[in-house]
Protein backbone atom coordinates (compact mmCIF):
# COMPACT_ATOMS: atom_id res chain seq x y z
CA UNK A 1 0.00 0.00 0.00
CA UNK A 2 0.92 3.45 -0.42
CA UNK A 3 0.06 6.05 1.10
CA UNK A 4 0.70 9.96 1.86
CA UNK A 5 0.79 11.89 4.70
CA UNK A 6 0.70 15.76 5.26
CA UNK A 7 2.37 17.40 8.66
CA UNK A 8 4.57 14.36 9.03
CA UNK A 9 7.06 16.31 10.48
CA UNK A 10 4.68 16.87 13.51
CA UNK A 11 3.57 15.04 16.50
CA UNK A 12 0.42 13.19 15.22
CA UNK A 13 1.93 12.94 11.58
CA UNK A 14 5.27 11.45 12.21
CA UNK A 15 3.74 9.03 14.18
CA UNK A 16 1.68 7.48 11.67
CA UNK A 17 4.54 7.63 8.97
CA UNK A 18 6.65 5.46 11.27
CA UNK A 19 4.26 3.30 12.31
CA UNK A 20 2.91 2.83 8.31
CA UNK A 21 6.60 2.18 7.31
CA UNK A 22 6.54 -0.38 10.18
CA UNK A 23 3.97 -2.32 8.32
CA UNK A 24 5.33 -2.05 5.29
CA UNK A 25 3.81 0.73 3.41
CA UNK A 26 5.16 2.72 0.95
CA UNK A 27 5.25 6.18 2.63
CA UNK A 28 6.02 9.50 1.47
CA UNK A 29 6.16 11.85 4.20
CA UNK A 30 5.36 15.74 3.66
CA UNK A 31 6.35 18.10 5.60
CA UNK A 32 7.97 21.73 6.31
CA UNK A 33 11.01 20.14 8.46
CA UNK A 34 13.80 19.04 6.68
CA UNK A 35 15.75 17.90 9.66
CA UNK A 36 12.96 15.56 11.03
CA UNK A 37 12.46 14.73 7.34
CA UNK A 38 15.77 13.48 7.19
CA UNK A 39 14.87 11.54 11.03
CA UNK A 40 11.63 9.38 8.94
CA UNK A 41 13.91 8.66 6.35
CA UNK A 42 15.69 6.48 8.84
CA UNK A 43 12.95 4.90 10.05
CA UNK A 44 11.87 3.40 6.95
CA UNK A 45 10.00 5.97 5.13
CA UNK A 46 10.39 5.84 2.00
CA UNK A 47 10.54 9.24 0.58
CA UNK A 48 10.13 12.78 2.06
CA UNK A 49 9.12 15.97 -0.12
CA UNK A 50 9.07 19.75 1.47
CA UNK A 51 5.39 21.01 1.06
CA UNK A 52 3.77 24.00 1.93
CA UNK A 53 0.21 23.35 1.41
CA UNK A 54 -0.66 26.52 0.39
CA UNK A 55 0.71 25.41 -2.82
CA UNK A 56 -1.93 23.65 -4.77
CA UNK A 57 -0.28 22.26 -7.69
CA UNK A 58 2.12 20.72 -5.42
CA UNK A 59 -0.25 19.29 -2.82
CA UNK A 60 -2.14 17.63 -5.85
CA UNK A 61 1.05 16.26 -7.60
CA UNK A 62 2.14 14.51 -3.99
CA UNK A 63 -1.15 12.70 -4.49
CA UNK A 64 -0.32 11.59 -7.51
CA UNK A 65 0.03 7.61 -7.39
CA UNK A 66 -0.86 7.17 -3.83
CA UNK A 67 -3.84 4.83 -2.45
CA UNK A 68 -4.46 6.75 0.48
CA UNK A 69 -3.82 9.85 2.03
CA UNK A 70 -3.33 11.44 5.75
CA UNK A 71 -4.19 14.53 6.16
CA UNK A 72 -2.53 15.72 9.55
CA UNK A 73 -0.84 18.91 8.37
CA UNK A 74 -2.26 22.12 10.17
CA UNK A 75 -1.64 25.20 11.80
CA UNK A 76 -2.64 24.46 15.39
CA UNK A 77 -1.40 27.67 17.72
CA UNK A 78 -3.86 29.69 19.70
CA UNK A 79 -2.52 32.63 18.20
CA UNK A 80 -1.83 33.69 14.87
CA UNK A 81 -2.76 35.61 11.91
CA UNK A 82 -5.96 35.07 9.70
CA UNK A 83 -4.46 34.46 6.61
CA UNK A 84 -1.76 31.90 7.84
CA UNK A 85 -4.65 29.81 9.67
CA UNK A 86 -7.05 29.91 6.42
CA UNK A 87 -3.59 29.60 4.38
CA UNK A 88 -2.79 26.18 5.98
CA UNK A 89 -6.35 24.94 7.59
CA UNK A 90 -8.57 25.73 4.89
CA UNK A 91 -6.70 25.92 1.55
CA UNK A 92 -4.10 22.99 2.60
CA UNK A 93 -7.60 21.07 3.01
CA UNK A 94 -9.01 21.93 -0.38
CA UNK A 95 -6.15 21.17 -1.67
CA UNK A 96 -5.13 17.84 -0.82
CA UNK A 97 -9.30 16.46 -1.59
CA UNK A 98 -8.08 18.37 -5.28
CA UNK A 99 -5.42 16.06 -5.27
CA UNK A 100 -7.29 13.07 -4.07
CA UNK A 101 -10.14 13.50 -6.61
CA UNK A 102 -7.85 14.13 -9.47
CA UNK A 103 -5.51 11.12 -8.45
CA UNK A 104 -8.29 9.04 -7.38
CA UNK A 105 -7.12 7.66 -4.21
CA UNK A 106 -8.84 5.59 -2.38
CA UNK A 107 -9.88 7.44 0.76
CA UNK A 108 -8.55 10.40 2.54
CA UNK A 109 -8.59 10.53 6.12
CA UNK A 110 -8.72 13.88 7.74
CA UNK A 111 -7.53 14.88 10.88
CA UNK A 112 -9.85 17.86 12.72
CA UNK A 113 -10.20 19.16 16.02
CA UNK A 114 -12.63 19.04 18.82
CA UNK A 115 -11.70 22.82 19.68
CA UNK A 116 -14.55 22.99 17.38
CA UNK A 117 -17.07 22.11 20.27
CA UNK A 118 -15.11 25.04 23.00
CA UNK A 119 -17.60 27.41 24.13
CA UNK A 120 -16.07 28.32 27.72
CA UNK A 121 -18.62 26.06 29.30
CA UNK A 122 -18.32 22.57 31.04
CA UNK A 123 -19.59 20.29 28.73
CA UNK A 124 -19.97 16.34 29.22
CA UNK A 125 -20.05 13.31 26.77
CA UNK A 126 -19.80 15.35 23.79
CA UNK A 127 -20.99 13.84 20.07
CA UNK A 128 -20.05 14.29 16.76
CA UNK A 129 -23.60 16.10 16.11
CA UNK A 130 -23.91 18.32 19.26
CA UNK A 131 -24.47 21.95 18.65
CA UNK A 132 -21.89 23.95 17.68
CA UNK A 133 -20.75 27.35 19.17
CA UNK A 134 -22.87 30.21 17.11
CA UNK A 135 -18.59 31.78 17.21
CA UNK A 136 -16.01 29.15 17.58
CA UNK A 137 -13.36 30.08 20.16
CA UNK A 138 -10.72 31.39 17.51
CA UNK A 139 -8.85 31.58 14.74
CA UNK A 140 -7.73 28.02 14.76
CA UNK A 141 -11.06 26.01 15.69
CA UNK A 142 -12.75 28.46 13.12
CA UNK A 143 -10.77 27.21 10.27
CA UNK A 144 -10.64 23.92 11.04
CA UNK A 145 -14.26 23.81 11.17
CA UNK A 146 -13.97 25.61 7.66
CA UNK A 147 -11.30 22.48 6.45
CA UNK A 148 -14.13 20.18 7.72
CA UNK A 149 -17.14 21.83 4.78
CA UNK A 150 -14.34 22.02 2.41
CA UNK A 151 -14.31 18.25 2.94
CA UNK A 152 -18.05 18.21 2.59
CA UNK A 153 -17.94 19.80 -0.36
CA UNK A 154 -15.57 17.78 -2.27
CA UNK A 155 -17.42 14.86 -1.59
CA UNK A 156 -20.02 16.00 -4.08
CA UNK A 157 -17.38 15.77 -6.32
CA UNK A 158 -16.30 12.00 -5.73
CA UNK A 159 -13.77 12.37 -2.66
CA UNK A 160 -13.93 9.35 -0.26
CA UNK A 161 -12.83 10.57 3.27
CA UNK A 162 -13.36 10.35 6.86
CA UNK A 163 -13.24 12.66 9.34
CA UNK A 164 -11.17 12.44 13.25
CA UNK A 165 -11.61 14.57 15.71
CA UNK A 166 -8.43 13.45 18.48
CA UNK A 167 -8.37 14.99 21.77
CA UNK A 168 -5.07 16.36 23.47
CA UNK A 169 -2.96 14.22 22.01
CA UNK A 170 -0.12 13.29 24.31
CA UNK A 171 2.83 10.87 24.73
CA UNK A 172 6.84 10.10 23.70
CA UNK A 173 7.30 12.74 21.16
CA UNK A 174 4.81 14.85 22.08
CA UNK A 175 6.65 18.86 22.32
CA UNK A 176 3.84 20.80 23.24
CA UNK A 177 1.17 20.12 25.84
CA UNK A 178 2.74 18.13 28.56
CA UNK A 179 6.46 19.89 27.61
CA UNK A 180 4.79 23.33 27.75
CA UNK A 181 3.30 22.90 31.93
CA UNK A 182 6.54 20.66 32.87
CA UNK A 183 8.67 23.58 32.03
CA UNK A 184 6.47 26.51 33.57
CA UNK A 185 6.79 23.99 36.52
CA UNK A 186 10.72 23.99 36.21
CA UNK A 187 10.32 28.03 36.41
CA UNK A 188 7.69 27.51 39.62
CA UNK A 189 4.87 29.11 38.15
CA UNK A 190 2.41 26.73 36.35
CA UNK A 191 -0.87 27.98 36.60
CA UNK A 192 -3.03 26.33 37.95
CA UNK A 193 -6.94 27.81 36.79
CA UNK A 194 -9.91 26.99 39.23
CA UNK A 195 -7.74 24.82 40.87
CA UNK A 196 -7.04 21.95 38.50
CA UNK A 197 -10.37 20.75 38.63
CA UNK A 198 -11.41 20.84 35.42
CA UNK A 199 -12.25 17.29 33.65
CA UNK A 200 -10.90 16.67 30.63
CA UNK A 201 -9.97 13.75 27.60
CA UNK A 202 -6.72 12.94 26.32
CA UNK A 203 -5.67 10.69 23.32
CA UNK A 204 -2.12 8.55 23.68
CA UNK A 205 -0.11 9.02 20.77
CA UNK A 206 -0.42 5.54 19.70
CA UNK A 207 -4.13 5.47 20.11
CA UNK A 208 -4.34 7.82 18.10
CA UNK A 209 -2.50 6.47 15.39
CA UNK A 210 -4.36 3.26 15.43
CA UNK A 211 -7.84 5.16 15.36
CA UNK A 212 -6.00 6.90 11.51
CA UNK A 213 -5.31 3.63 11.10
CA UNK A 214 -8.71 1.60 11.59
CA UNK A 215 -10.17 4.63 9.70
CA UNK A 216 -8.69 3.42 6.65
CA UNK A 217 -9.04 -0.27 6.96
CA UNK A 218 -13.21 0.39 7.70
CA UNK A 219 -16.13 -0.65 5.85
CA UNK A 220 -17.07 1.52 2.90
CA UNK A 221 -20.26 3.13 5.37
CA UNK A 222 -17.81 5.20 7.46
CA UNK A 223 -17.11 7.47 4.40
CA UNK A 224 -18.50 10.90 4.98
CA UNK A 225 -18.54 10.45 8.73
CA UNK A 226 -16.76 12.44 11.83
CA UNK A 227 -15.75 10.51 14.63
CA UNK A 228 -14.27 11.90 18.39
CA UNK A 229 -11.10 10.09 19.17
CA UNK A 230 -9.74 10.17 23.31
CA UNK A 231 -8.71 8.10 25.61
CA UNK A 232 -12.08 7.56 26.86
CA UNK A 233 -10.90 7.48 30.62
CA UNK A 234 -11.84 11.62 31.59
CA UNK A 235 -9.13 12.55 34.34
CA UNK A 236 -9.29 15.71 36.42
CA UNK A 237 -6.38 17.95 35.43
CA UNK A 238 -4.68 17.90 38.67
CA UNK A 239 -5.15 14.08 39.08
CA UNK A 240 -3.22 14.10 36.14
CA UNK A 241 -0.44 16.17 36.74
CA UNK A 242 -0.18 14.83 40.14
CA UNK A 243 0.38 11.37 38.30
CA UNK A 244 2.90 12.72 36.34
CA UNK A 245 5.11 14.55 38.70
CA UNK A 246 4.93 11.77 40.38
CA UNK A 247 6.57 9.43 37.92
CA UNK A 248 9.41 12.15 37.26
CA UNK A 249 10.18 12.56 40.85
CA UNK A 250 9.63 16.05 40.63
CA UNK A 251 7.44 18.68 42.94
CA UNK A 252 4.37 20.14 42.13
CA UNK A 253 4.58 23.85 41.78
CA UNK A 254 1.25 24.99 41.06
CA UNK A 255 -0.41 28.49 41.67
CA UNK A 256 -3.82 28.55 41.99
CA UNK A 257 -5.30 31.43 40.07
CA UNK A 258 -8.90 32.09 40.09
CA UNK A 259 -10.44 31.48 36.63
CA UNK A 260 -12.14 35.03 36.35
CA UNK A 261 -8.94 37.07 37.45
CA UNK A 262 -7.11 34.45 34.84
CA UNK A 263 -9.39 35.10 32.07
CA UNK A 264 -9.34 38.94 32.82
CA UNK A 265 -5.61 38.56 32.38
CA UNK A 266 -5.29 37.03 29.31
CA UNK A 267 -7.81 39.29 27.86
CA UNK A 268 -5.52 42.16 28.66
CA UNK A 269 -2.37 40.28 27.45
CA UNK A 270 -4.19 39.48 23.86
CA UNK A 271 -5.11 43.33 23.57
CA UNK A 272 -1.53 44.33 24.67
CA UNK A 273 0.05 41.82 21.80
CA UNK A 274 -2.29 43.13 19.38
CA UNK A 275 -1.65 46.59 20.09
CA UNK A 276 1.95 45.97 19.59
CA UNK A 277 1.57 44.49 16.45
CA UNK A 278 4.69 42.16 16.98
CA UNK A 279 2.59 39.12 16.08
CA UNK A 280 4.06 37.15 19.09
CA UNK A 281 1.86 35.19 20.70
CA UNK A 282 0.92 36.52 24.23
CA UNK A 283 2.19 34.70 27.22
CA UNK A 284 -1.69 33.38 28.31
CA UNK A 285 -4.47 33.78 26.26
CA UNK A 286 -8.67 33.45 26.82
CA UNK A 287 -8.44 29.95 24.97
CA UNK A 288 -5.66 28.81 26.81
CA UNK A 289 -7.27 29.76 30.17
CA UNK A 290 -10.79 28.23 28.72
CA UNK A 291 -9.51 24.88 28.04
CA UNK A 292 -7.06 24.71 31.45
CA UNK A 293 -10.38 25.65 33.37
CA UNK A 294 -13.47 24.41 31.84
CA UNK A 295 -13.95 20.31 31.66
CA UNK A 296 -14.70 19.36 27.95
CA UNK A 297 -15.40 14.97 27.34
CA UNK A 298 -16.21 13.45 24.18
CA UNK A 299 -18.55 10.48 23.43
CA UNK A 300 -16.33 8.34 21.80
CA UNK A 301 -19.01 5.58 21.28
CA UNK A 302 -19.40 5.84 17.37
CA UNK A 303 -15.80 5.12 17.10
CA UNK A 304 -15.85 2.06 18.47
CA UNK A 305 -19.17 1.14 17.10
CA UNK A 306 -17.81 1.89 13.66
CA UNK A 307 -14.61 1.51 13.38
CA UNK A 308 -13.74 -1.13 16.08
CA UNK A 309 -11.49 2.10 17.66
CA UNK A 310 -10.17 0.69 21.33
CA UNK A 311 -7.96 2.57 23.40
CA UNK A 312 -5.26 -0.08 24.09
CA UNK A 313 -2.57 2.46 26.76
CA UNK A 314 -4.31 3.71 29.28
CA UNK A 315 -3.82 7.37 30.14
CA UNK A 316 -1.67 6.10 33.38
CA UNK A 317 0.85 3.85 31.80
CA UNK A 318 0.74 6.67 28.49
CA UNK A 319 2.31 9.29 30.97
CA UNK A 320 4.48 6.27 32.12
CA UNK A 321 5.77 6.17 28.62
CA UNK A 322 5.91 10.36 28.29
CA UNK A 323 8.51 10.18 31.83
CA UNK A 324 10.60 7.69 30.70
CA UNK A 325 11.33 9.84 27.34
CA UNK A 326 11.38 13.33 28.72
CA UNK A 327 13.79 11.91 31.40
CA UNK A 328 15.81 10.28 28.72
CA UNK A 329 15.72 13.79 26.66
CA UNK A 330 16.40 15.79 29.19
CA UNK A 331 19.61 13.66 29.77
CA UNK A 332 20.69 13.96 26.73
CA UNK A 333 21.13 17.54 27.17
CA UNK A 334 23.15 17.48 29.77
CA UNK A 335 26.87 18.42 29.16
CA UNK A 336 29.35 15.65 28.84
CA UNK A 337 31.69 15.04 31.47
Request: hydrophobic share 45%; glycine share 10%.
Amino acid sequence: MRALVTGATGFLGGALAGRLASLGWEVTAAGRNKREGALLIGQGVRRFIELDLQDEAAVIRACQGQDYAFHCGALSSPWGKYADFYGSNVLGTRHIAAGCIAHRVKRLIHVSTPSIYFDFKDRFAIAEDAPLPAKPVNLYAATKLEAEREIDRARAEGLAAVTIRPRAIFGPGDRTILPRLLLANERGRLPLIGGGKAVLDLTYIDNAVDALMLCAAAPDSVLGKVYNISNGEPVQLIDALRQLFGKLGQPLRAKKIPYPAAYALAGMLELAASVSGSGREPLLTRYTVGVIAKSQTLDISAAKRELGYEPKISVAAGLDAFAEWWRDTRLLKLPKG
